[in-house]
């Protein structure tokens, strides 16, 4: 293990493990039907709280309908998320450093505010049986807007909050996950990341 001080890294999904299919799919939805993009991905990030999508208490016909009723976006339950699925591309250089953090002793895992769309996911990319843990939010009704949801989970893992290592691509999560005593790196891109973490994993 390189770094005694680390003993987990955990992952954000959707652009960090890969790409950002939601905001890219509410983004083409925008564009294909003349919406304002901003407002669309804005209302789609706080519509899949409202609705209770995220933390699995509704369901995607109720964000979808919530999103219908917000914005004017129109069309049909599975067209609109097919839309966001397929742009959810697992970036292979990630899981390769996944991998690799595994092979040198590190405990692995998964922490995204996600709904059943990452089991359909694992189905095409098969990248859940990499990982020694995943934390979705749609089935633990917690998402990373609760700072208490840091709390719970160095609880499970069983190991010191400051030895927990967190990427993700949204700087409020990364705030609250410093304020709860994890280690963390704001994901900006590829070139940026590995810099962050060799640094971290070298100290």
């Known amino acids: 293990m390189l770094n005694k001080n680390i003993h987990a890294v955990l992952f954000d999904f959707g652009g960090v493990i890969a790409d950002e299919g939601f905001r890219d799919g509410l983004i083409q939805l925008a564009v294909e039907q003349g919406l304002d ?6 209302e789609g990030m706080q519509a899949v709280y409202d609705s209770g999508f ?9 964000f979808w309908q919530l999103m219908r009723e917000n914005t004017g976006l129109s069309g049909e339950y599975d067209i609109l998320t097919k839309y ?3 742009r959810f591309v697992v970036r292979d250089w990630m899981m390769d450093c996944v991998s690799q953090l595994h092979n040198e002793g590190y405990i692995v895992g998964i922490l995204s505010d996600q709904t059943h769309w990452l089991d359909e996911l694992d189905q095409i990319y098969h990248f859940m049986d990499r990982f020694d843990h995943i934390y979705n939010s749609y089935y633990m009704g917690k998402g990373k807007q609760d700072p208490s949801l840091f709390d719970d989970i160095a609880e499970r893992l069983q190991i010191s909050p400051s030895s927990i290592l967190f990427v993700d691509d949204n700087e409020g999560h990364i705030q609250r996950a410093r ?25």
């Open 179 to 203: 304020s709860r005593g994890w280690q963390a790196i704001l994901y900006v891109d590829r070139d940026d990341f590995n810099q962050q973490l060799a640094t971290i994993l070298n100290e």
């Open 54 to 62: 995220v933390l699995g208490t509704g369901t995607g016909h109720d």
């Open 84 to 86: 966001c699925m397929d």
């Open 37 to 42: 993009t901003e407002i669309i991905v804005h």
